[in-house]
């Protein structure tokens, strides 16, 4: 599975939409782009998942750029909440792929009151 | 549904000791998971199993046993701790069929080896 990018952390204000990039410039054609958070001492819990249209759920936007090398993860109205580590893990479709996921140290969110 | 639960909790061992970790979901998920996570470290897959009776290790299993008789339950053994095993663990669970097999994990259990 490819190798993902992030910035080692960020600030938002609260209310204000919270834009987290990754960058994924190896990633194969069939490999999908999945986003976690891990609240602090909390167990991570899965945001949102894309191949490579843009998606969109309850919790967050996922904007996959066109070349899939790179997406962002959008929090459109950021709360304290959502202060966090956002991790963006890419892998490939096939069953028993979890195991090889790479989790690497994730973007830390701060949310700014 | 609970979800994935773990207990205990948090977990002080000394040098030498032993003891179990439990890990149990409740939406019928074929697989299951262990990871530890450190300080400045991802997490790391410790053993993973795809359905009762079958398990597998995964990327740090040294010093680590498991087993899955059930499909509900997946404990995680210590068999002489370690101070290197200090660590946060997390349980996970799936469904065994990509692309949505979004992983839901359990709450932690902080591990001190003294």
């Known amino acids: 599975d490819a190798k993902t990018t992030q910035p080692t952390s960020m600030d938002c204000a609260e209310g204000r939409a919270a834009n987290l990039p990754c960058n994924h410039s190896?990633?194969?054609?069939?490999?999908?782009v999945y986003w976690y958070r891990q609240i602090h001492s909390q167990g991570p819990q899965y945001i949102i998942h894309?191949?490579?249209?843009?998606e969109t759920n309850e919790m967050a936007s996922l904007i996959i750029t066109e070349d899939r090398k790179s997406s962002t993860l959008i929090l459109p109205h950021a709360t304290l909440r959502d202060t966090a580590v956002y991790y963006c893990?890419?892998?490939?479709?096939?069953?028993?792929?979890?195991?090889?996921?790479?989790w690497g140290l994730g973007t830390s969110l701060g949310v700014n009151p | 549904n609970a979800g994935v639960t773990q207990t205990p909790k948090f977990q002080v061992l000394k040098t030498g000791q032993s003891m179990t970790l439990q890990c149990a979901q409740d939406?019928?998920?074929?697989?299951m998971s262990w990871y530890r996570q450190d300080p400045g470290m991802g997490l790391r897959l410790i053993h993973y199993?795809?359905?009762?009776?079958?398990?597998d290790q995964g990327e740090v299993p040294n010093g680590y046993n498991v087993s899955r008789s059930t499909t509900e339950d997946f404990p995680l053994r210590l068999l002489s701790a370690a101070p290197s095993q200090t660590s946060v663990y997390f349980c996970?669970?799936?469904?065994?069929?990509?692309?949505?097999?979004?992983?839901?994990f359990g709450p932690g259990t902080r591990l001190t080896v003294l």
């Open positions: 894309g191949l490579k249209n843009n």
């Open positions: 996970a669970s799936s469904i065994d069929k990509a692309p949505t097999d979004t992983q839901y």
């Open positions: 190896t990633i194969s054609g069939n490999e999908y």
């Open positions: 893990i890419v892998r490939s479709p096939y069953a028993g792929n979890n195991r090889k996921l790479i």
């Open positions: 939406m019928n998920h074929e697989y």
């Open positions: 199993s795809v359905g009762a009776g079958i398990t």
